[in-house]
């Protein structure tokens, strides 16, 4: 499942720029929930199905696509700048360590992210949830943090939408504890075994359960998985096995709509809702 043609991209683009768009002279200035709630979901839908073009010429629709869907609507520059005035957090030595491998074989992000940028954003994240001397980086967040860096026009939309991203989209992953992360990873092993019992069936057998190949993943979302471009597209909607090969986002995207007919719903519910709730099993 390629990319369309660029006809097609522009044709999506112009889709989506509508959806985008302020009301039109002569239309109500103020949307009802039930309107904005339809406009979302037909992003949502588009994103899914024909993905969010790049077209030469126009600008980039992800960040403001993404910041629609994070419910970033507003940002607070005097904040941002304040936690930076603070200078190293309490968690640098951590950050300092993982932020100089983010992303270190792909050049193209590795020119247009400086690594006192992300190492801004993770530290002004400290200082923003900082308490009593308790650290809330933990493993992961620079690869998380690094596409926001990538597609927003500044640091501070970057800041604003990985800081939504950590608090709303799913906190449990970035518990000290990690317990989301594994909580999807089992997930992930539970899915895997209804969907293809063949495979699920030939790892086990060789002791290969989805917490050996697939914690990275998890944990980062994909992100440790370059190119980073392909990365995005996700993002819109140790040896054995650790070497993925380049990631095709919207032939993973055709397969898992295909696949998740095959999830039951109890486990489909499990499966949205672990990023955001805590779950009764202590890892």
Known sequence: MGRGSEK???ATYDKFAALLSPPTQGQSRHRSNSEIADGMKRIRRLILTDGIPEVEGRPSLRPRIWKLLLRVEQLHAEDYLRYVALGPS????KINHDTFRTLRTDAVFKDRVKNDMLVRVLDAYEWKHAVNDRQSYVQGMNALAAPFLYIMPSELEAFACFAAMMERGCPQYVQPDLRGVHRGVEILDRCLRIVDPELHAHLESRDLKATVFAFPSV?????CTPP???????????KVLRQFPPLQARAVIGI????????PED???????HPLQPSNNQY
């Open 256 to 263: 898992t709509v295909a696949l998740v007919k095959d999830i």
């Open 8 to 10: 097609d991209d522009r």
């Open 90 to 93: 309490p968690a640098s030595e």
């Open 228 to 238: 980073l471009d392909e990365v995005l597209q996700l993002w819109d909607p140790m």
């Open 219 to 223: 944990l980062t979302m994909c992100a």
């Open 267 to 273: 486990l489909y519910r499990e499966l949205v809702a």
